[in-house]
């Protein structure tokens, strides 16, 4: 019988497998969108047909596509059609932004903004809602901060929304106020939902539009997979919005959603999304992961339950959202029903709760079902045992040391830091990468830059101890997401049998300084062997 071609072949390169024995190959043939074959450049080009795609890599440095473990990809592209706020510098920058949006917005349109941050602000203070009604009194104004765990109103915003000084604050939420008792506008954690409840929902059209968007830019930074963390929370058809995205294309990356476990339904003491349904259904394109439970807040917003008061806040350790026999109860549904729990900690107290809960629910399962901690910040060696003990996934953030190390020195001092996104001290640990995005920038090669440099933004050292090596850094961001999501058997590294999904690098990372990882420049990115993006 005669031997098929391949529909494509990549040659022309170095190629980093990152599989077990840190092979690197020349070229790569794919059939059927898989890897079929590994070899020299020679060897490859000998395979192809007559309708075989060729792709020359000249030179280029190819690793296994990036897998964005934990972002938010309806909010990211949402997020390109607001104000963005990520490089004020002070409060009279914000206000400048809104002024300028407000006079192309017809009276009584919303303006959103997002990305701003407190900590980076001349000023260390929040917006209010009176210097935001001083520039845009005729439109309801809604401000979301960096840490995405908080945000500032304006008083036409708070009368649509029915917040006033009678408004209670919510279980897992704060209606901050001033010495008179009036609300200042800014409303953190759970307290957002009385505004955004009153924010008319996209359609799902513009939903769609979104996450095209979206996609761009990922396969433009080389990302050929995502996760979403927080799925179904945005608006009410949202996965419809993600159904027919991908359906029609506009939704390139390979997506997994991890769902709101709040808007999940409970059947027989189990979450049953209908008929059984639970994480895993879905296509190689889109599929349901698990469900995001959150446990407490923001670590530079100060709502990250810690275990010892703030550094720069001494009257607050931060707080949980929700009564500890409400997590073990949400985190037993999710178990019972099939599904994977993902639950944001990021303050060493909420971290503890989401161990011990999984040691109470889950004990010895732990390790087959695969818990996730998002975020999982501050540390200690106790809480790093028990993770390693019971295979918990860390899925964190690496790209926050650049963006908001320094306000994390400032929030919690020198000594906790030492453990404030640690990494090789999660040696031994099953680590996934990510961004959060849009909290911060989300390409991949930043977060790895972040990762292997430890410095931050001001150019200060972050913890040099907890640097890491890049072969390792490009496996957590690989290889490591795949395994938070139970697909390390088709993603994450160059090998026959798994998905063609790659990404072609101007320059290898194993020869370029730490901190000029970032400036990597992406030259192609494939997905299932077929080109996305090209420079």
Same mark, same amino acid.
């Given at each position: ?16 497998? %990152? ?21 020299? *450049? ?8 007559? +309708? ?32 963005? %706020?990520?490089?004020? *510098? ?69 009368? %649509? ?5 009678? @408004? ?27 505004? *955004? ?24 930074? #080389? ?62 394109? %889109? ?13 530079? #917003?100060? @709502? ?11 009257? *607050? ?24 729990? #993902? ?13 011990? @809960?999984?040691?109470?629910?889950? #004990? ?62 999660? +040696? ?108």
């Amino acid at each position: 019988m005669a031997r098929l071609a391949p529909d494509a072949i990549f040659a022309g390169g170095t190629v980093l497998t %990152l599989d077990r024995r840190g092979r690197t190959v020349e070229a790569l043939a794919v059939v059927e969108g898989k890897i079929a074959a590994l070899g020299t *450049t020679r060897e490859m080009r000998a395979l192809a047909g007559s +309708r075989t795609r060729k792709h020359d890599l000249g030179g280029a440095t190819v690793v296994p596509g990036f897998n964005d473990a934990h972002c938010h990809v309806l909010a990211f592209g949402l997020s390109l059609l607001q104000v963005d %706020l990520k490089p004020a *510098t002070g409060v009279a920058e914000i206000l400048a932004a809104v002024r300028a949006r407000a006079r192309r917005t017809s009276a009584g349109g919303w303006i959103r903004g997002h990305g701003y941050n407190d900590n980076k602000l001349a000023e260390r203070r929040h917006p209010r809602r009176q210097d935001l009604d001083a520039v845009a009194p005729a439109h309801p104004v809604w401000l979301l901060h960096a840490s995405g765990h908080m945000g500032v109103a304006n008083s036409a915003a708070l009368r %649509l929304a029915g917040v006033t000084r009678d @408004t209670a604050d919510p279980q897992g939420g704060v209606v901050d106020r001033d010495p008179h008792g009036e609300p200042t506008g800014l409303l953190k954690e759970t307290a957002q939902q009385l505004v *955004t409840r009153a924010i008319p929902a996209a359609t799902v059209a513009q939903a769609k539009s979104a996450l095209g968007a979206a996609s761009r830019r990922f396969v433009a930074e #080389g990302l050929t997979s995502v996760q979403d963390a927080l799925a179904g929370r945005l608006m009410p058809r949202e996965l419809e919005a993600y159904q027919e995205a991908s359906r029609d294309g506009l939704l390139a990356v390979r997506t997994s959603l991890l769902l709101d476990a709040e808007r999940l339904p409970v059947a027989d003491g189990a979450i049953d999304w209908g008929f059984g349904l639970h994480g895993g259904f879905g296509s190689d394109r %889109l599929r349901l992961g698990g469900v995001k439970l959150f446990l407490d807040g923001s670590l530079i #917003g100060r @709502t990250a339950a810690l275990s010892a008061p703030y550094l720069s806040d001494p009257d *607050t350790a931060g707080f949980l959202l929700w009564p500890e026999s409400r997590v073990a109860a949400q985190v037993e549904r999710a178990t019972r029903g099939g599904w994977q729990m #993902g639950m944001h900690a990021i303050g060493d107290r909420a971290i503890e709760l989401a161990v011990a @809960t999984v040691e109470r629910v889950m #004990g010895t399962r732990a390790r087959r079902l695969r818990p996730r901690i998002e975020h999982c910040g501050v540390l200690r060696p106790d809480l790093i045992r028990a993770i390693r003990r019971r295979g918990i996934v860390i899925v964190t953030q690496p790209r926050f040391i650049a963006e908001l190390g320094d306000g994390f020195r400032r929030a919690i001092g020198e000594e906790r830091l030492r453990l404030c996104y640690p990494l090789r001290s999660l +040696r031994g640990c099953a680590v996934a990468f990510s961004s959060d995005r849009p909290v911060v920038d989300g390409a991949p090669l930043l977060g790895i830059e972040a990762a292997v440099s430890q410095r931050t933004g001001s150019g200060a050292g972050y913890v040099p101890g907890e640097r890491i090596g890049v072969l390792d850094a490009l496996r957590a961001y690989t290889l490591g997401a795949a395994y938070a999501q139970f697909q390390e058997s088709v993603l994450g590294s160059v090998e026959v049998g798994k998905w063609a999904d790659l990404c072609a690098l101007d320059g290898d990372p194993r020869a370029v300084s730490p901190d000029r990882l970032g400036r990597l420049g992406v030259i192609m990115t494939a997905i299932g062997g077929h080109v996305h993006y090209r420079r």
